[in-house]
């Protein structure tokens, strides 16, 4: 099972929620969480650390995804005015990356995050509405719900939207309201910023939850806000990193409910209470959540929400520690950071926990109980990508500050102009130094240490020449000894990292052999056979306690372009849509596998950042509206630096329509073979089709541009900029959604703090003068990083590696794989497009690099179109419906029916929670 990959469908609390429940196809075992009545509400597979419930009264909560709250903090915002409306308000203040179910009664809100990383979809069927945050779930339901005969919604639903295989052609995206169009009929996404209520009779209405802010709070103020929301939304990623670490010794949830028969134990009641089989004591809650938060579920487990099990947990996992961490820090309920509380915060932790277990240790925590036996606490894990872009590595510093166990990882890049890898060995650098620094200081008699900002230089770091990508060092083979008896080699080049060791927690870093900064160079054994010996990253290292940096080889990567049936290195595909990162898929996969065998299961990216922070030429249009005499002078520079043309430079200042006579505009626009292009008066990137798409499928999509205009859709914002960055964090957050379906299958999952919700708030308020500032690079985002990261790393400015070396590479290796494609294409049947065409420019000996951006959404959806057959896609579990029950007293499990069990299926190691079928026009 996919340990990290959260499939969940929410049901009103209806008669028709048994019969729909009936009818899921059978598969592995889910989690079900019920309303008071016994039915089941939310139905789905989570890991302990991705759940979060709180009850209070008729009010309910369940945040599923990533957060630093506790269950205490989201208890107290159940509390207040305005029913589902402030439930859903006041939770907007925790820190982190998640979906909120809320219920007041029989109503329901449930609403995704803004950037659609927990996206969410609902369809009508069988004469009610029904939630879920994967589509493809939704659509088999349907087909199910049609096949028994059940109240049918829309025409079609659940079948595939031939129509909308089009739009993913579009590259380097659709325009927004097109973007959203699902894959399956009838199963609309939940816009961006809105939620879906759903009340007592199962009908639904989908409304509007956020505004932007207003653009007009100066540089040095927006900076201040997006450093305490960066530092919140790392800090939620710790955290969950610490909640995986204390379970790590426990039978593994996932793992025991693949191997056990499924059972139905029935509901826990009111204030009574139960016992999971390990002793720990759990309340109304019930088993679904009690026993997962304790990580010992089985089977399936199922229960009402209750506030005991909340307390208990909260004091299993922390309450108290919180409690002492807001004394600390002065911050209020779940928002404190857990570094506040220190010591005494985990001796509260591990007596608050041994209370709620009811034996001696219980569930204390694991730094407890070191401590106690006089060994070293071990740390956390958690990776990062650090590219050496301004985004990974201010990411990379942030967790530094925590007491993480910290992995960083980087590409050798094939092109030697690239000096990604040079930027990337420079924050290695400060990051070793800063760390050797922090363990110094932690020993009896040192002093305070410099933190993560200092020069290494200043610190005798044998690194610095590394950092600097030149790899002159005096003594090149010299080592230094450690006081643990590791070692650490002074002066290998760039991307040449070995293994190093120092004090307890040193950072150390390991990559290529010689040679490696092109990353040409193979680790060889001792024979002299090129392999992954044990001085390469292929392999786990010694000294698993100490943080260190993968500097990743592209000889031993897979290379671009590799198809997920790959032999070596096979990848999973996303089921509920195209992978936005075909042409990287197997590289992150392979990423996932190295970091995961070395205890990593989160992995921090810093998808986002560009988004965000970078300029952007619709700020001049928007500045325009305002201070037309500033952004005169702002585009007549940028016209010089870009070199714009006059009338492009014009546009810019003056031109714009609204977005909806833009959308229908663009309509015209959109052509085979161009060249995707954008200016100040465009609201969003103007995309285009690729030169091998047929013109039936222009057509298509230039329908339903028009069509969709003509609904008169609402921006994000007024303001074109703020529409544009929005947008742009909705691409990213699909990008994420599709990269965790590639890492989920190793147990890692992949998350991105720069699209919390607080930071994108605090992006966008953003005074226009200071973010349209030409030939300054990223102001906000590096004013913000000012003090975490050191200067001489945010000094790299606008330089950025190019990635055409490998996507050139790649396509030379998979060429032949490609090409064959073009015979049996599944595009080609539906009449997407023209596979001599396309095959014309797989096989070309230099394609143009338009058409190799346009070979990713293409390659994408036809190996999605390959995927979907129910050999290759598992179905998913049928939890079985009870019937109301009093709440007084416990009922007894209800009987099942007398009739023969169906045949089990053995478990497959990557279960969707349901398997997706293509469908007939």
Known sequence: MDRYLVDFLVFPDHAATDTLCRRLPAGPPAQILRHPSGRPWIVGRWSADQLLTAEAGPRRAVLLGTTSARPDALARLLHGPDGLDGIARRTRQLPGSYALLAAVGPELRCQGDLATVHQLHHARIGGITVAGNRPQDLAALARSAATGGLPPGAPGTGLLDEESLALRLLFPFAPLPLALRPLWRAVPAVPPGHHLTVNANGQSTVARWWQPPEPDVPLERAAETVRQALSDAVAARTHRARRQAERTDRTDWTDRTEQTEQTDTGRITGGATGESTDGTRYGPLGEAAGRALDGTSEGTSEGSLGGASDRAWEEASGGASNRASDQASGRDGGQASDRAGGQASDQAEGQASSRASGRPGGQASDRASDRAGGQAAPRPTLSADLSGGTDSTGLCFFAAQEDVRLITTSWVSRDSDNDDTMWSARSAAYLSAAERQREQSAAPGSGPGPGPGRDPRAEGDTTRDQGKGKGKAKDKNKTERSARGGYRTSGATTGEYRRSGGATGAYRTSGATRGGSSGRGRPRSRDGRAGNSPGSQSQPQADEHLSLHLSLPYADAPTWYTPPHDTLHPTATDPAAPLALFQEAARLAHQARLVAARGSRLHLVGVGGDEL??????????????????????????HHLCHWKTSQTLRTLLGGRPYPRWLAGSASRVTAGGDPRTCGADWEVLPSLPPWAHPDAVATVRRLLREAAAEAPEPFAPLRCQHDIVRAAVRSGEIVRGTVALTAPHGVDYEAPFLDNAVIDAALTLRLADRARPGVYKPLLTRALRGIVPDAVLGRGSTKGEHSAEAYAGLRAHRGA????????????????????????????????????????????EYWLRALTPTRIPAPSRPTPSPPAPPFPPPPAPTPPARTPPARTPPLPAPPLSAPVQGTS
């Open 613 to 638: 922070f970078a300029h952007r030429p619709a700020a001049l249009n928007s500045l325009a509206r305002s201070d037309l005499r500033t952004a005169t002078r702002r585009a007549w520079t940028t």
């Open 818 to 861: 490609l090409s064959a494609l073009c015979d049996d294409s599944l595009l080609a049947e539906r009449g997407l497009i023209r596979p001599a065409v396309l095959r014309h420019h797989l096989t070309s000996l230099q394609p143009r690099t338009d058409a190799l951006r346009a070979l990713g959404p293409t390659l994408a959806t």
